[in-house]
């Protein structure tokens, strides 16, 4: 196979959304802040990429999954919007293989999703030989996925490791979608949310195997640095924000039984960044940040219950709450970055934001399942990473030597962020930005309180 190099991901470039044009000149303000301090090197750059591809296949296979065996309307869109996800990392691969090693992996990372199809339909129809089948054809997949990444990294992703990440691939998969059609939707979200967070930690593994495979194509630069970890930790939170936001909505507009359940893992999003805050900030730190951010959540819930009633003036007060939200946390974000995301600048993006929840929402509403999964999900999924670099941009052009690998404590906080983290130090630094934020705008709110 031919060397992996750092534009293995460069055609996916004009797929994934850019920060908007006020972010996108902040951020070339800050460029070299950001580059030196890890936030948007080489390395950390091709590990976004894959973070974005690998997290964004796994929401949409457990969507799909879950449509195709309810026989809803949005099935074939949800499988549609997954094959475009396949076809830009099969594009990636032919950039620098060619059409030969891209219609390889192409046919291999295939046939994994077509396996998962198999398994769905056996389960719908109970067929026991079926679902074996299905099982036993996974199993083949992992092994042949994973001597293609040894081969393609040349050793650096040794088979046997590449078993152990891709079988715990399948296996997130497998069990969200067999507690949900167990009716154990609890359980269904909590592995959803296991095996969301699971992909981040494919992407930082894969991308180091690549950069340590040929560092000079990537300038010698880290996949893991505590920017690069800031940046991938936000890119978590925000990108599986926007999927429990959409998906929930979509469940409460349908009646859903296990509409509760989602709200519960969009709930625990929540809470981990709020968490986070708390245990470096206390408790006062947290509520100066968590009721801005929930109230955004409760005002998309406001437009749901709206749509579901076909109360026009509830949907139009829904939608006016949001706009003064999006006043309110550009504000927050002014105060805590001094100016580093000005609030014109988070205005434009965070209503960027509230504008593709919406419309994915309006476009499933309407019946418009192509649009909904094929424009406005994947081009808010995608929204969510230009966002988490941009902020933890400004985070570390703000305080760099906070995330200098030599001023990282032993001793990490404890934080309820789901998952299970390969690196603690990105809690410290993700726990402390957070608490700076609240802090600042805190201290803001209570100055003004004190003038008047």
């Known amino acids: 196979m031919g060397m992996f190099k750092k534009t293995v991901l460069s055609s ?13 000149a902040d951020h070339e303000d800050h460029g070299e802040n950001y580059e030196e301090a890890g936030v948007t090197s080489p390395a950390a750059d091709l590990r976004a990429d894959l973070d974005h591809l690998f997290s964004e296949h796994f929401a949409l296979t457990v969507a799909f999954m879950q449509k195709a065996y309810d026989g809803e309307g949005d099935a074939e869109e949800a499988g549609a919007a997954l094959d475009q996800n396949t076809a830009e990392l099969t594009a ?4 620098v293989y060619g059409s030969e090693g891209a219609e390889e992996f192409e046919r291999i990372w295939q046939s994994h999703i077509n396996f998962f199809g198999d398994m769905v339909g056996a389960e719908a129809e109970g067929d026991e030989e079926a679902r074996a089948e299905a099982e036993a054809n996974l199993e083949n997949y992992v092994q042949e996925f994973s001597g293609f990444l040894d081969a393609a990294t040349e050793g650096n992703l040794p088979q046997e490791a590449g078993e152990e990440a891709i079988t715990a691939h399948v296996a997130d998969v497998t069990n969200t979608f067999d507690a949900y059609a167990a009716g154990d939707h609890q359980e269904a979200y909590e592995n959803f949310r296991h095996g969301f967070h699971h992909m981040f930690d494919i992407g930082v593994n894969l991308g180091g195997a690549i950069t340590e495979q040929m560092p000079e194509e990537f300038d010698n630069t880290e996949v893991s640095t505590p ?11 925000l990108s599986e924000h926007f999927f429990l936001a959409v998906f929930g909505m979509q469940k409460g507009l349908d009646g859903a039984d296990d509409f509760d359940e989602a709200q519960w893992a969009l709930d625990e999003n929540t809470a981990d960044l709020t968490e986070a805050v708390e245990s470096v900030y206390g408790e006062e730190g947290a509520e100066a940040f968590e009721p801005i951010w929930q109230s955004h959540i409760n005002f998309f819930g406001d437009m749901t219950g709206a749509e579901v009633e076909g109360n026009e003036e509830a949907r139009a007060q829904a939608e006016e709450d949001l706009a003064e939200y999006v006043v309110e946390f550009s504000a927050f974000l002014d105060e805590a970055t001094e100016g580093g995301i000005p609030q014109e600048a988070g205005e434009e993006a965070i209503s960027a934001h509230v504008a593709d929840v919406t419309n994915t929402f309006d476009a499933y509403a309407a019946g418009n399942f192509d649009r909904t999964w094929n424009e406005e999900f994947r081009h808010g999924f995608h929204h969510m990473f230009g966002l988490g670099e941009v902020l933890s941009g400004a985070f570390v052009a703000q305080n760099p030597e906070m995330f200098a690998e030599d001023k990282m404590p032993e001793e990490m906080p404890a934080t309820g962020l789901g998952g299970s983290s390969s690196n603690t130090m990105v809690l410290w630094a993700m726990v402390t930005t957070f608490a700076a934020a609240a802090g600042a705008f805190l201290y803001g709110r209570k100055k003004v309180n004190t003038e008047q």
């Not at 996916?12 to 996108?24: N, T, Y």
């Not at 920017?227 to 939170?237: F, P």
């Open 227 to 237: 920017a690069s970890d800031l940046r991938s930790d936000l890119n978590h939170l």
């Open 12 to 24: 996916c470039a004009a797929l994934v959304l850019a920060p908007s044009m006020a972010m996108a």
């Open 92 to 95: 990636a691969i032919e950039s």
